[in-house]
């Protein structure tokens, strides 16, 4: 969420960032939250003012008493019953325009870096980086790519390619629960359990703490990361206990330093946490969710960090480059993107893409996204980091991104290492794995 103080004091800046993530009616909305909060501090100021005179007459009553002077005395305590009266309807007044000013404030998005390009879709995000050519910041975009891979060896597609090999029951998933909950099997679920052992491996090794936390979480904790209001409907609701299901290890990770005040010397804080997460993906359709391209519950590996505002981008550029070894080391075609104003999720300040290339689908496959949320969802959790040299506190800022998310890596996995042999096994996963073939 947006501090009050960046909305008031920089409301221009604010306005030209909403209009940049293509945000509608974007001061209409920053000058509705401002005329909220001025009410808000106006019903403030009032009540401040009404409290000191009240007390003061109350210093006035008792003298009075003392002095005999009882008439006097009960007027004074007529003017005290009617401030009473005031302050309450004053009270009412901050307290409702807080409730508006919060419910208003949870509509609007995370305003973007600069570096963030303008764009109003995914064809407008910029490649940076990629593993198959040399990139132009600002001209290589994903509208223009030109650079897809040829693998000659990948004719089959993955679900397939799953069937041929007995690695995951598509149809079995259907039964048991419905579509979009695949059932692995054999080399199909050590395949999972490796790549999940290898991710949380390397994470290790670059100084990230394990975390197993709960896949359910309560409201507080969607509304802290900023799954919630869930505009899209995209989260299971356990209507019962009042639970959400959780969609990515990020909600209850971060959630760990809700209403928390951190030491300076304990940052950056580096977490990582391998669990299941589920996504209802409501209206999504057609060839985009066949196979592993889309599913309702999968295995990710998530990377979390606190930080402070001043190395965040430091913090951000390690967590690219975590990534991106995975990447090499699993030996996969990959590009990089930074997302364009339009394209940025709600919460992100700054967004970057990982894809796959899949060849048997001749399309990319997102498999990764690293952002920076600046101080937005610090805002909401209360996040903050107490400094050494003054003592005092201070908004953090948060940061996570996928290391990996499992779905995509396999189906290219397995469409780009087709030979006659069977599947070969990226060599880094061999030790896990206990073989070099899927056959």
Same mark, same amino acid.
């Given at each position: ?17 909403? /209009?940049?993530?293509?945000?509608? @009616? ?10 909220? *909060? ?9 009540? &401040? ?10 210093? /006035? ?9 009882? /008439? ?41 870096? &600069? ?8 064809? &407008? ?14 001209? *290589?975009?994903? %509208?223009?790519?030109?650079? *897809? ?15 041929? +090999?007995?690695?995951?029951?598509? &149809? ?15 080399? %199909?679920?050590? =395949?999972?359990?490796?790549?999940? @052992? ?11 703490? /394990? ?9 507080? #904790?969607?509304? %802290? ?31 760990? +330093? ?15 946490? +391998?669990?299941? !997460? ?7 359709? %057609? ?19 606190? @930080? ?21 080391? =699993? ?13 940025? #999720? ?27 949320? @600046?101080? +937005? ?5 209360? !996040? ?56």
């Amino acid at each position: 969420m947006l501090t009050l103080k960046l909305i008031t004091e920089e409301t221009d800046r604010v306005i030209a960032g909403l /209009e940049k993530k293509h945000f509608a @009616d974007a001061r209409q909305a920053i000058e509705g939250v401002i005329a909220v *909060d001025k009410k808000r501090r106006q019903a403030q100021t009032e009540l &401040d003012q009404n409290l000191s005179v009240a007390k003061k007459l109350a210093a /006035e009553i008792g003298m009075l008493m003392k002095q005999g002077k009882r /008439e006097e005395a009960e007027d004074i305590k007529t003017k005290v019953a009617a401030l009473k009266e005031t302050n309450k309807e004053l009270e009412t007044l901050k307290e409702n325009s807080e409730q508006e000013l919060t419910h208003l404030l949870c509509q609007i998005p995370n305003i973007p870096y &600069d570096e963030v390009p303008e764009g109003a879709c995914a064809e &407008d995000n910029w490649v940076v980086k990629s593993n198959l050519k040399e990139c132009v910041i600002g001209k *290589d975009t994903v %509208g223009n790519w030109d650079a *897809d891979p040829v693998v000659e060896s990948a004719k089959l597609p993955h679900w397939e390619l799953a069937k041929k +090999y007995n690695l995951i029951d598509f &149809d079995l998933g259907v039964k048991i629960s419905g579509a979009g909950f695949p059932v692995y099997r054999g080399k %199909g679920a050590r =395949l999972q359990r490796a790549l999940i @052992d290898f991710f949380l491996d390397e994470a290790q090794k670059s100084g990230y703490e /394990e975390i197993m936390p709960p896949t359910v979480v309560n409201a507080a #904790s969607g509304y %802290g990361t900023g799954q919630l209001p869930d505009k899209e409907g995209q989260m299971y609701h356990c209507q019962t206990d009042d639970l959400y299901l959780i969609p990515t290890a990020e909600v209850p990770v971060t959630n760990i +330093y809700r209403d928390v005040i951190i030491e300076e010397k304990d940052l950056p804080i580096k977490n990582c946490a +391998y669990t299941q !997460c589920f996504r209802r993906e409501a209206g999504s359709y %057609g060839k985009d969710v066949r196979g592993l391209n889309r599913l309702h519950e999968f295995s990710k590996i998530e990377i979390v960090r606190i @930080d402070t505002p001043e190395h965040s981008a430091e913090s951000h550029k390690e967590m690219l480059e975590h990534v991106e070894g995975l990447l090499q080391k =699993l030996e996969l075609p990959y590009r990089i993107l930074r997302l364009c104003g339009g394209d940025q #999720s709600f919460t992100s300040a700054v967004c970057y893409d990982f894809e796959v290339y899949s060849e048997a689908q001749k399309r990319w496959l997102e498999v990764s996204s690293v952002s920076n949320f @600046d101080t +937005y969802q610090a805002n909401r959790l209360k !996040c903050r980091v107490r400094r050494v040299a003054t003592g005092k506190t201070e908004l953090c800022h948060t940061l996570n991104g996928s290391a990996l998310a499992l779905p995509r890596i396999v189906a290219s996995i397995l469409e780009n290492n087709q030979t006659e042999q069977g599947i070969r096994i990226p060599k880094v996963l061999v030790p896990y794995m206990g073989c070099e073939f899927i056959d």
